[in-house]
């Protein structure tokens, strides 16, 4: 049962769902957030259009839900942030299951680091068509400049969320989570990994993250382009290259313009319970 009333001893954790079309999951998603030892905890669901029984399966649970028209990952999670009450907020995909503790090692983790330690993450306990460990690693800002090992179950100080603008929402479909990263880290943020599989990712039908070696090289570029400072040694490397990228970038930041900003202007359909 959520406990959603924070006190000086335990601040209020915020656990946002993005869900579109996955009903046939998203009860075993909401449950397992509802299911955390840390007992102050608020689970808000972003449903982002769904055209399933996603509406319905959440009604059962004492959760927050928020429907809104379709509009991406990054959207639907900045739009849960900007409608939550927590200190430290923590997303969750709704085809994925977080473990029982993962709010109370998270939260641990990143209590007892420096405030410029902007969020705790874990390793991630891939299941259903694979059977295996992503295993992330310790820190090191030298090694996530050269590519992503933190994945998206990461508990996060809200303030430095909010500070640093949340999700960029030009980065949809994929590498949203591994942009943000990367800005907090240009911003001055870490992490702190906790060394345990809290989070279970399903592995099912065609991944959002299944992209072709071609796509994969045009993020990691796009990624050194945006962040410049961070990766200086590739662009003296390749100096030309990173021009071309730069400009290719800039003529599409004026067709899809700025990411959007976070919004607390909807309203809820509340299924609060005690």
Not at 202 to 224: A, F, K, T, Y
Request: proline share 8%; with cysteine.
């Amino acid at each position: 049962m959520q406990d959603a009333t924070p006190d000086a001893n335990r601040p209020l954790v915020s656990i946002i769902i993005a869900n579109y079309n996955y009903g046939r999951f998203l009860g075993e998603a909401i449950q397992s957030a509802l299911d955390q030892t840390y007992p102050a905890v608020e689970v808000i669901l972003v449903d982002d259009g769904s055209t399933d029984d996603s509406l319905e399966v959440a009604a059962r649970y004492p959760v927050r839900v928020f429907p809104r028209p379709n509009g991406g990952v990054s959207a639907a999670r900045n739009f849960g942030v900007a409608q939550s009450r927590g200190e430290f907020v923590l997303f969750l995909d709704s085809d994925d299951v977080y473990e029982p503790r993962t709010v109370e090692l998270l939260l641990a983790a990143l209590l007892a680091a420096s405030p410029r330690v902007a969020y705790a993450y874990c390793q991630m306990h891939f299941f259903g068509n694979e059977e295996s460990i992503w295993p992330s690693r310790p820190f090191d800002p030298r090694v996530l400049v050269k590519g992503p090992f933190v994945n998206i179950c990461s508990l996060v100080r809200r303030g430095v969320f909010e500070a640093v603008g949340g999700f960029d929402q030009s980065w949809n479909p994929t590498w949203e989570d591994a942009e943000l990263w990367m800005r907090m880290l240009y911003h001055g943020f870490h992490g702190v990994l906790v060394p345990e599989p809290l989070h279970r990712y399903r592995c099912h039908g065609p991944s959002r993250n299944g992209i072709s070696r071609e796509q994969l090289d045009m993020l990691r570029w796009r990624m050194i382009v945006t962040y410049p400072a961070l990766h200086w040694r590739k662009v003296l490397k390749h100096p030309f290259k990173t021009l071309r990228i730069a400009i290719r970038m800039g003529d599409r930041r004026k067709r899809h313009g700025p990411p959007a900003r976070i919004r607390r202007d909807a309203p809820a359909l509340s299924q609060d319970r005690s």
